[in-house]
């Protein structure tokens, strides 16, 4: 282990959070309800009114059946929130004047309410901390880019991995967003793009990241119903392209597993950090139950059944994992295989013990892998930027869970730097699915 350690240790989640712990991670870490395979919500908390989002086509018929509907009322309001993204029940005129209310307020609930939002980029990156139903804090990020627009959406409020350099875990789980709270992240963007409230003209969303706040796989069966959600034609969903959505883990092997077997070809990113179970056990306490090369045997299977790439996310901090043996062991243990390395210099923040490599540790890191053959690209110093700037909005939140600069960690692809060596290695499936 390096001579630089964590600057805290892991802080216990919330007696919310800590009830709803799951079998089989360490102490302290904590799933949704029922484990990996958590539902919307902890013990004690309400939860999120049911919206059209949360269902399927079927389901939403029968919904729109109970109101005394005839069914097909249901695919015309999908259209109008999938397609049309309105927000507006007098807007749904291929809807019965009489009932456009009822349905909205019986299907179309809302769920998410913007309390702040930060643009930077002359107003193409637009970040927003949203207040859930229930008073909880989430936040989203739009990234326009030439020819795609990245939506980073969160999937947890709050989060239970206790990732020692990161506010959202230090400050533990508060619930599991619902299938339809995560979807709203995204048509929320979609519907200022389509609105032409994003410099560039109006436009559409082709990208969904899933590396905001929370870990993925911990509110798994939310986290795949909403994938089927943005990827299912019209009017079931977004229509988004599969090849267009990633889901970011920190490891949880079981449920990486599962989600190779659901037949849906998003790309999976792994937040590694550390090639070595010594220093993952303190960057990630989740490694604690599923080491290193558990975490990749499960990555690589899930390449071999979806065909896609696998992005091994690694934020470079000083002293702690950036050294040149620790870039020969990774690149070692990634050679070979389908996967491409996302390093991200670690963004400093007021206070923090944590700070960025010195550029030539970062040189002779990316040296190192491509010594292997290994792809890799180095996040633009302009992301840091950028996320300074989108900090301050956390640091004046005031929200239980305040917008979080080292998530940046888990960094929108948006922010790769765009430079000759970094095309080549991102290679023709890489960013701009
Ligand atoms: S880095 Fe990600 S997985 Fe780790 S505690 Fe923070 S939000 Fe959770």
């Known amino acids: 282990m390096s001579p630089r350690r964590p600057s805290s240790p892991p802080t216990a989640a919330p007696a919310s959070a800590r009830a709803a712990d799951a079998p089989g991670l360490p102490p302290g870490l904590t799933a949704g309800r029922n484990g990996s395979a958590g539902r919307p919500g902890s013990p004690g908390r309400p939860k999120p009114p049911r919206h059209l989002a949360?269902?399927?086509?079927?389901?939403?018929?029968?919904?729109?059946?109970?109101?005394g509907e005839r069914p097909f009322r249901a695919d015309q309001l999908s259209r109008q929130y999938f397609t049309r993204l309105a927000d507006d029940p007098g807007e749904m005129t291929d809807l019965p004047q009489s009932s456009r209310q009822e349905l909205a307020d019986a299907l179309l609930p809302r769920l998410l309410t913007a309390e702040r939002e930060l643009a930077c980029d002359d107003g193409t990156t637009r970040k927003t901390l949203w207040r859930t139903f229930d008073g909880a804090y989430i936040e989203s990020v739009l990234m326009r880019y030439p020819g795609r627009v990245t939506m980073c959406v969160s999937s947890q409020a709050g989060c239970g991995m206790a990732c020692p350099f990161c506010a959202t875990g230090q400050a533990g789980l508060t619930r599991n967003l619902s299938t339809a709270e995560i979807v709203e992240q995204v048509v929320a963007g979609a519907r200022a793009l389509a609105r032409g409230q994003v410099p560039g003209g109006p436009g559409r969303v082709s990208n969904v990241v899933f590396m905001g706040m929370g870990e993925p796989l911990a509110n798994y069966r939310s986290v795949v119903q909403a994938l089927r959600r943005l990827t299912e034609p019209a009017p079931a969903g977004l229509g988004i392209s599969a090849r267009g959505v990633t889901v970011s883990t920190?490891?949880?092997?079981?449920?990486?597993?599962?989600l190779a077997a659901e037949g849906l070809p998003v790309t999976l990113a792994v937040s590694l950090h550390a090639p070595d179970d010594e220093a993952?056990?303190?960057?990630?306490?989740?490694?604690?139950?599923?080491?290193?090369?558990?975490?990749?045997d499960a990555a690589w299977r899930y390449a071999d059944v979806?065909?896609?790439?696998?992005?091994?996310?690694?934020a470079l901090i000083r002293d702690v994992n950036d050294q040149a043996w620790r870039a020969d062991l990774l690149g070692g243990l990634l050679a070979g295989h389908l996967a491409h390395v996302n390093l991200i210099p670690l963004n400093p923040t007021p206070g923090s013990r944590w700070t960025a490599s010195r550029p030539a540790a970062q040189d002779e890191f990316v040296a190192g892998l491509e010594a292997h053959g290994v792809p890799v690209t180095v996040r633009d110093t302009r992301g840091r930027e950028i996320d300074g700037a989108c900090g301050q909005l956390a640091a004046s939140s005031g929200g239980p869970t305040p917008l979080d600069p080292p998530h940046a960690l888990r960094a929108p692809r948006g922010y790769i730097a765009d430079t000759p060596?970094?095309?080549?290695a991102q290679g023709p499936d890489s960013l701009d699915r």
């Open 306 to 314: 979806t065909g896609r790439r696998v992005s091994i996310e690694y």
């Open 421 to 424: 060596a970094a095309r080549r």
């Open 280 to 296: 993952r056990d303190e960057l990630v306490p989740v490694n604690r139950r599923w080491k290193v090369a558990e975490v990749l």
């Open 54 to 67: 949360d269902l399927g086509l079927p389901e939403r018929r029968a919904a729109v059946a109970e109101l």
């Open 250 to 258: 920190v490891g949880l092997v079981p449920a990486i597993g599962r």
